[in-house]
């Protein structure tokens, strides 16, 4: 019987995490889901951890993915083995909640017209402590929104509002249908590829934490920031060219600048995170 969700997870170097994210996929309230990871040739122990789970009934250790490629090559090889009705990409050293996939199997189930459930998130540091919590959907009502005011909300705010991927789920067809993981932008592969879905319906908005984004001072630089400010201002007025009747030239400059704003908080956060860690 085919499972209504796949949960994939695109490994790479996750050795020191990887059985904590899978721990707490496993530990899921929800009935009638499978588990796909396959780690992208790590040089780290990554592939003797996921040795251990690939008995487990409702995991598919996938062979290696060969090295190259970028993440995008992981993230479109695990999702094209997913067989489910939807679809959640985990990284390697994220957490979900135990009740993430019923809540939000629940909320597609009552709202036919929706392609997109998110829902907010703790950021962790690297021993698993709470930085920020309950982060994401900034501006918005918890509820059923339409996917034009969902992508509209998040070029005005600069970023990326409804999170990594952890905190969302997807229908798998509209994934499929628009080609897969959007790296155009590889800053952006989740934000691009949600709004190329959120085009296509409604979506529906938790505003509860239902998941955990792991970051570290490894992940923090301010050539990282800038770059990242850049690969935003470049998809915000792709996006506007593309559908200017959606998003309106004060649209524009205002996500633009707000864009450039986060990147000085991302370089206060490097900091701040470089010392704690």
């Known amino acids: 019987m085919r499972p209504r969700v796949s949960v994939v997870i695109p490994a790479y170097r996750n050795a020191k995490y990887l059985a904590l994210t899978l721990d707490s996929i496993l530990a899921q309230d929800f009935i009638g889901y499978e588990v796909i990871v396959a780690d992208h040739s790590s040089d780290d122990d990554t592939s003797e951890v996921l040795a251990r789970y690939a008995s487990h009934p409702l995991v598919r250790v996938l062979s290696p993915t060969p090295r190259g490629g970028g993440a995008v090559l992981n993230w479109n090889r695990v999702s094209s083995m997913a067989q489910g009705e939807f679809l959640k990409l985990v990284c390697g050293d994220d957490l979900i909640a135990p009740d993430a996939l019923s809540t939000q199997v629940a909320a597609f189930d009552e709202h036919p017209s929706v392609v997109l459930v998110a829902s907010q998130r703790d950021l962790v540091d690297a021993h698993g402590d709470v930085i920020m919590r309950a982060r994401g959907l900034i501006g918005l009502r918890e509820g059923l929104i339409s996917g034009s005011q969902a992508i509209r909300a998040s070029l005005r705010a600069g970023r990326n509002i409804f ?14 249908s628009i080609g897969g993981w959007d790296s155009t932008y590889p800053y952006l592969i989740d934000q691009a590829t949600y709004t190329e879905i959120m085009l296509r319906g409604d979506v ?35 996006l506007q060219r593309k559908y200017p009747k959606l998003i309106s030239r004060s649209d524009l400059l205002l996500g633009n600048f707000k864009a450039r704003i986060m990147a000085l908080g991302r370089r206060a956060i490097y900091f701040w995170l470089a010392r704690r860690m």
């Open 204 to 238: 529906f908005l938790i505003r509860r934490r239902l998941a955990s984004f792991r970051i570290s001072a490894e992940q923090w630089s301010v050539a990282l920031a800038k770059m990242q400010s850049e690969q935003a201002i470049a998809f915000h007025r792709k």
């Open 163 to 176: 999170g990594e991927t952890g905190c969302v789920l997807l229908k798998r067809e509209l994934l499929e």
